[in-house]
């Protein structure tokens, strides 16, 4: 451990790298450590993304790679931050293979777990077929036999959401009897059937659904199903290094973060989907950028005394 890295940047997907790219043209000493598990791994591709609408997410974070490559101050490294302890003013990170290294900041990137429902036949289904997000598979949905699996009032959200993209939609709640008349007169009044059966399998082959199967042992023929899957947080590294958790919309562990990207730890940073409300892409990419700008302020802070934070609240 004979470096002294100015920022250590945990994850490589797309709020990593995107904050990576900005130390590096800012000529920060950067570690990017990349475990390779970036959260929409199993997608086909990326929906509405500009510039890069449909294109798998392997083939943009290896573009990500290859940008990174051009700038002498960056270091990319494959491998899992398994542990980290604040140490003085600075902070030891160790990898599973024993190395330590050591930061002045580090940012947290290490994305989060997406956890859908325990249902057979999933496994193979999702990010292709049976997916959580309508803004980033629905136009490949569009116009075809589609479900949501979901309860009380986020199942009636789910399936309105999905009419936008097709008529010919069907809400099952499995089995839960927690619909209002209200809300059963609003799915009535946009053609959304509800399905009270229990579900006990989802059926397809080579990641396209054909059918839901009921408990009953009736079955429900559907292309695509859109399913509740909360986030919880893959890497217990935010905790060890002392940053506040919040429970959020949609995870009960999102790393707590203010208006700048800072955690409650000081000199630690937090981008992307582990501290985000709506996590996707898009949004990762910015936030790892804004997070960047901030950590290099952080910097000049240190060396210069120049107003930290920079708009010197």
Request: charged content about 25%.
């Amino acid at each position: 451990m004979d470096e002294l890295w100015e920022c250590v940047v945990v994850g490589g997907g797309a709020a990593g790298l995107s904050a990576a790219l900005v130390l590096g043209r800012a000529r920060r000493r950067t570690l990017l450590v990349d475990a390779g598990l970036p959260s929409n791994s199993v997608a086909q591709a990326i929906g509405g993304l500009l510039g890069h609408d449909r294109r798998p997410p392997a083939e943009l974070y290896e573009i990500g790679r290859r940008e990174l490559a051009e700038y002498p101050s960056v270091r990319y490294r494959e491998g899992e931050v398994v542990s980290g302890t604040p140490d003085g003013d600075r902070f030891l990170l160790e990898l599973a293979d024993g190395e330590q290294v050591a930061a002045k900041r580090v940012v947290l990137a290490t994305g989060m777990q997406y956890c859908p429902p325990d249902l057979p036949g999933l496994d193979t289904l999702w990010g292709k077929s049976v997916f959580q997000c309508p803004f980033c598979h629905g136009w490949e949905m569009r116009d075809e036999r589609l479900a949501t699996l979901a309860t009380g009032e986020e199942a009636v959200h789910s399936a309105l959401m999905l009419r936008g993209w097709s008529d010919d939609v069907v809400l099952l709640t499995d089995g839960a009897a927690e619909l209002d008349d209200d809300a059963r007169r609003r799915l009535s009044a946009a053609g959304v059937p509800v399905d009270e059966r229990r579900v006990v399998e989802l059926v397809g082959h080579d990641g396209q659904l054909s059918a839901i199967a009921f408990a009953d042992g009736g079955r429900l023929p559907r292309d695509g199903l859109l399913v509740e899957a909360p986030l919880r947080q893959r890497s217990p590294l935010a905790t060890q290094l002392g940053a506040a958790c919040a429970e959020s919309g949609l995870a009960p562990d999102s790393v707590a973060v203010d208006d700048l990207h800072r955690t409650s730890t000081a000199a630690v940073f937090a981008a992307g989907d582990l501290c985000a409300e709506q996590p996707y892409v898009a949004g990762a990419i910015a936030a790892g950028s804004q997070t960047a700008m901030i950590v290099v302020q952080s910097l000049l802070a240190d060396e210069f005394a120049l107003p930290y934070p920079p708009d010197g609240e």
